[in-house]
């Protein structure tokens, strides 16, 4: 299996950024690590090995990504909105940097974006706030309302919530681009969270946003699950 390692000085995030890449053909994901993981998370974890047969026939590529979480979400010693400006930033940083090198190296436009946990969270984000970027996103037991990370809430948390925004998106391209876009959302029925995707789930398809909500049975917040998730979900089918 082609495997790649890229570090580099990041401009948009002003500290070096690491990544790894699987494969060497086929859609490219990008692969948000968990709260607290690493870009070498999915590999450790034998989430890479699931896939294997896919990313060694040139069927996928994954771009597996470092976080800045502990500089946004779980930065509890800062306001809100400069926590909100730190993701900004990491937006910036995927859309000028990675997304570039991914498309200077595979010619496939068809992008994707999948996590775990926190890593599901990020990956929806991205997908929702930058509609025809990506082209089907994977939310693995993901939140999907971070209110509960501030104390205070503002503007600037307003337009990263999801369950917040989505009600509200009006624009008629934006609506077309996401309606175009393979939302997928899976979490077990005892998840904590999993009021939230079923929540996320019925704005998005209040808005005409079609998306798949698959609750499976249990707790399913671990990584033979995912494990088994991902292998049912990254090609789109149920």
């Not at 070096?16 to 870009?39: K, Y």
């Not at 010693?77 to 940083?93: N, V």
């Amino acid at each position: 299996m082609h495997r790649d390692f890229h570090r580099w000085y990041s401009p948009a995030l002003g500290r070096d950024m690491e990544l790894l890449i699987f494969g060497h053909a086929g859609p490219p994901c990008l692969v948000f690590p968990t709260s607290h993981g690493r870009f070498f998370e999915y590999e450790e974890r034998g989430m890479v090995a699931a896939l294997a047969p896919r990313i060694e026939r040139g069927w996928l590529q994954l771009i597996c990504v470092e976080s800045v979480f502990a500089e946004s979400w779980y930065n509890y010693g800062l306001a809100t909105d400069a926590r909100m400006w730190r993701e900004e930033q990491y937006e910036h940083y995927l859309l000028t940097e990675v997304i570039p090198l991914i498309q200077a190296t595979n010619p496939n436009p068809y992008l994707m974006a999948t996590g775990c946990s926190f890593g599901a969270t990020e990956a929806v984000i991205f997908t929702l706030r930058h509609p025809g970027v990506v082209r089907r996103v994977i939310g693995l037991s993901g939140l999907y309302d971070l209110r509960r990370f501030f104390a205070h809430y503002t503007q600037g948390l307003y337009f990263h919530n999801p369950v917040d925004f989505v009600p509200n998106l009006n624009d008629a391209w934006t609506l077309d681009r996401l309606r175009e876009t393979d939302i997928i959302l899976a979490t077990g029925r005892e998840d904590p969270n999993v009021w939230s995707n079923e929540l996320l789930s019925r704005q998005l398809w209040e808005r005409g946003i079609g998306n798949a909500l698959r609750l499976w049975d249990g707790w399913c917040h671990d990584w033979p699950y995912w494990m088994q998730m991902i292998d049912r979900y990254i090609d789109g089918h149920d």
